[in-house]
T-cell receptor, first 111, second 112 residues
Framework: DAKTTQPTSMDCAEGRAANLPCNHS???????VYWYRQIHSQGPQYIIHGLKNNETNEMASLIITEDRKSSTLILPHATLRDTAVYYCIVRVGSNTGKLIFGQGTTLQVKP | DAGVIQSPRHEVTEMGQEVTLRCKPISGHNSLFWYRQTMMRGLELLIYFNNNVPIDDSGMPEDRFSAKMPNASFSTLKIQPSEPRDSAVYFCASSSGHSPLHFGNGTRLTVT
């Protein structure tokens, strides 16, 4: 199973872009990169996912390197409500739905 | 859509008692997942179902834990007998095919 490596914690100023990196050097060709976040005492919330192309939705952008060994989640204008633990996950297998969570990055957005 | 619904939100019980956690997945979703979260171990996948059939229960800690999905709209996770080390937040999630997982707000279990 492909594993991911994320920094333990990051700070970001309110209103600035938050760039959260993730390394997944052992990812295989049919595995997607998923990002979730968990705000204190709530269930994890889906943010975005991608295979090889960059993706954007109303919450964030996902930039995946050409060799797919790393990716960056971008929150374009971070707010205090974006303070959370952010998980980068490589989906295990092509026909299963299960997600294996690592320790994630704790993002602290500061005023 | 009401999302994934879990009950109860909080459960406090004494060691040795049976505990049953309940989950109602999003209508139309055919995959259901049970996770456990603790400070020490983070989010752990316990078991997941596809089309009501258990696919992978390798994360179930021991025989005291059991999960069922009698139909597409209901699942239970049972612990019997419960122990203090079972104290955690238990999350249920559902999805359809390869779509993202949607999580409930969890059940916080405290075993004294």
């Amino acid at each position: 199973d492909a594993k991911t490596t994320q920094p333990t914690s990051m700070d970001c100023a309110e209103g600035r872009a938050a760039n959260l990196p993730c390394n997944h050097s052992t990812i295989s060709g049919n595995e997607y990169v998923y990002w979730y976040r968990q705000i204190h005492s709530q269930g994890p919330q889906y943010i975005i996912h991608g295979l090889k192309n960059n993706e954007t939705n109303e919450m964030a952008s996902l930039i995946i390197t050409e060799d797919r060994k790393s990716s960056t989640l971008i929150l374009p204008h971070a707010t205090l409500r974006d303070t959370a633990v952010y998980y980068c996950i490589v989906r295990v297998g092509s026909n299963t739905g299960k997600l294996i969570f690592g320790q994630g990055t704790t993002l602290q957005v500061k005023p | 859509d009401a999302g994934v619904i879990q009950s109860p939100r909080h459960e406090v019980t004494e060691m040795g008692q049976e505990v049953t956690l309940r989950c109602k997945p999003i209508s139309g979703h055919n995959s259901l997942f049970w996770y456990r979260q603790t400070m020490m171990r983070g989010l752990e996948l316990l078991i997941y179902f596809n089309n009501n059939v258990p696919i992978d229960d390798s994360g179930m800690p021991e025989d005291r834990f059991s999960a069922k999905m009698p139909n597409a709209s209901f699942s239970t996770l049972k612990i019997q007998p419960s122990e203090p080390r079972d104290s955690a937040v238990y999350f249920c999630a559902s999805s359809s095919g390869h779509s993202p997982l949607h999580f409930g707000n969890g059940t916080r279990l405290t075993v004294t």
